[in-house]
């Protein structure tokens, strides 16, 4: 066979190889980002039982209660979008 007729043939091996190793990358990638999540969210558990233990503590006002509820939701909104992202980069996977 000439090169002409071999060069398809490495292009595809030179394809397959670079998605292989795209696909190591991503499942890399993917682990990490799966790492990140868990321990984000022990850390929002973490965060939300000290905020609710200070706001008992502390004897905290409306206000105060308020403040701790809205840091609160900010951490949970955090967290889903942590966990929209993953759902996404999954699908991209499939």
């Known amino acids: 066979m000439s090169d002409r007729e071999t060069s398809p043939y490495?292009?595809?091996a030179e394809l397959e190889r670079e998605?292989?190793?795209l696909r190591a990358a991503y499942s890399k990638l993917e682990t990490d980002?799966?790492?990140e999540?868990?321990?984000l969210e022990f850390e929002n558990a973490g965060l939300r039982v000290e905020l609710?233990?200070?706001a008992i503590c502390n004897g905290a006002g409306a206000s105060r209660e308020l403040a701790l509820?809205?840091?609160i939701t900010e951490l949970q909104r955090?967290?889903?979008a942590l966990r929209a992202a993953i759902d996404a980069a999954r699908k991209e996977k499939t």
């Open 19 to 21: 998605n292989a190793a």
């Open 52 to 54: 609710e233990q200070q």
């Open 37 to 39: 999540v868990d321990d």
């Open 69 to 71: 509820r809205s840091t």
């Open 33 to 35: 980002l799966m790492d």
């Open 78 to 80: 955090e967290n889903a």
């Open 10 to 12: 490495r292009r595809i």
